[in-house]
Structure formats: structure tokens, C-alpha cells
């Protein structure tokens, strides 16, 4: 069964559902998802995903290392939580940080996202139906690959840039 997106407003305020498929390819259906920025313990690097080539949106690029639609119902970090343990294999109960509110909004979808921080060196055992690979870069390996990554990716760097955070 497709998964059940809870669609909201301008404001946050849910007003509605739809199927995951109508929601990446109709940008008038705002919905929400959850990322965790994963920051290694130097202080210097950040854990990025691959996404598989297999990935409806953006496949075979560089990415937030965990991200997550919400469920239907579904609170911000309840989702972060449960999307660090799907995809990276990661303790739900490991301590994470609220960071900030974004919004993605281009010609394929538009999201309200809730961004985590959480300091982990790992071990990953990440979802291979999802991602091909998850690896530390520093600012300077990322501005190296910039054109490998997705354009939410960037947005959220140069988000955590301004605010001093990496």
C-alpha cells in the first residue's frame, strides 16, 4: 500500500492527505519531512547518503545523511528518530538536537522540513534499498563535489553555514 502524506498549508496546519506519488510531481501539495544533519564528533566533517540511481527524486546524488517523510500524524522528531534507525541502523534514543525549520519548493515537490543535529562517528549499517553510500566530508570535499549533490542538500549546508553550525 503507497504511503499517506498528510498535506498542510502555508502555515503548517494540516488540511488534507495524499498518496506519496502525488506529491512528488504536484508542488501544490505541500507535505512534510524530517532530516538529521550527523555531524562526526571532530567537529569537521558531516555524513552524507548516496542515493541509489533507483530514487524517484534527485537518484545517484549526495544528500542529507538521514531524511524522512513524516507519517500521517507523525511529530518532526518523532520522524527523525524513526528515520535515523531505518536508514542509518542508528539508536532512536541517541540524543538529537532541533536545529531549524526549512522549506523546499521547486517544479517537482514542496516540503516543510524539520532539521536535526546529532553528533555520531557510527558504526552505519545503512538501507541499501536507499542508499548506495554514506561517507564524512569536510567543507572543502564538499565544495569539490557541490554538482553531485542535491539542491535541497545545498540549501541546508549553506543554511547551517550561515547560522555557524558547520
Known sequence: MEELFDIVDETGRVIGQAPRSRCHGDPSLIHRTAHVAVFHPDGKRILLQLRTKSKDIQPG????????????GEEFE???????????????????????????????????????????????????SEIDEVRFFTREELNAIRSACTPNLLLELEELEKRGLF
Open 61 to 72: 546524488k549526495w544528500d542529507t545523511a538521514v531524511g524522512g517523510h513524516l507519517n500521517s
Open 78 to 128: 518523532a520522524a527523525a528518530r524513526r528515520e535515523m534507525k531505518e536508514e542509518l541502523g542508528l539508536d532512536p534514543d541517541l540524543p538529537l538536537r532541533f536545529l531549524f525549520h526549512s522549506r523546499i519548493r521547486n517544479s517537482v515537490e514542496s516540503e516543510n522540513v524539520g532539521v536535526f543535529a546529532l553528533v555520531s562517528e557510527g558504526p552505519f549499517q545503512f538501507q541499501e
